[in-house]
């Protein structure tokens, strides 16, 4: 089987696998991972066929949707890309950068690095932040019934992996927790150039969002 046999069946795969999931971890999401994935390749030394795969796969069981539980999507890649015939090698790195694509709080060291994990990570990265990335935070708040704001809960920069998986704070809150901080942590020269116009527009939509708040505009 070819290597675009094996991607064309692996997006028949996600695309069915996720088609109940939540809004913004759904098969748009994937879609629009993969896309920049591909996009932010082009300019760097990587295996294309590797960041591919991986950028399909490394939501196909988020862990928040599973009770934390951070090994099936492990499992259900490896046992997918097993029965395509896929090389063992491959499929462990495509598994890595499942397993340690996550942001997971900002405060856990990543104990695995590859350029192929880097254009995945970024490609992620970009899709949580900007326009898009403010609609999936509401939309995931809206998912768990979060508070949109609350002035009494201040955000907590420095949780454990565990706090934050756990955390229930209002939605504003996740923007200083994780999404303003992501456009300095870009590897790719195409990622930090991306995620610059993504970081001011939700710098802008603050603004608005706060002077709404209290009655200013």
């Known amino acids: 089987m070819s290597q675009q046999e094996i991607i064309d069946k692996t997006l028949v795969f996600v695309k069915t696998t996720l088609e109940n999931a939540e809004g913004g971890h759904d098969w748009f999401h994937i879609e629009r991972v993969y896309k920049n994935a591909l996009l932010i390749s082009k300019h760097e030394s990587v295996d294309r066929f590797v960041v591919a795969l991986g950028a399909l796969l490394h939501d196909i069981a988020d862990s928040k949707f599973y009770n934390g539980d951070e090994s099936i999507g ?3 890649a490896t ?3 097993t029965q395509l015939g896929v090389a063992p090698n491959i499929i462990t790195h495509v598994c890595n950068i499942i397993i340690h694509i996550s ?3 900002g405060n856990e060291a990543q104990k695995f690095r590859s350029p192929e994990l880097d254009v995945v990570q970024d490609a992620d990265r970009l899709d949580a932040i900007g326009a898009i ?3 999936r935070c509401f939309n ?3 998912f768990k019934n979060r508070a949109l704001y609350n002035p009494e809960i201040p955000p907590n920069l420095k949780m454990s992996k565990a706090e934050y998986k ?3 704070a209002p939605s504003i ?3 200083y927790e994780k999404l303003l901080l992501l456009k300095g942590r870009m590897h790719t020269k195409t990622g930090k150039h991306l995620a610059e116009k993504r970081h001011s527009f939700m710098e802008a939509y603050l603004e608005q969002f706060y002077n709404e708040w209290n009655g200013l505009s």
Request: proline letters at 5%; aromatic letters at 20%.
């Open 140 to 142: 995931y708040g809206g």
């Open 173 to 175: 809150n996740h923007f």
């Open 74 to 76: 492990p499992k259900l």
């Open 166 to 168: 756990a955390s229930t």
């Open 79 to 81: 046992n997918f890309l």
């Open 103 to 105: 942001f997971k709080g």
């Open 133 to 135: 990335g403010v609609a």
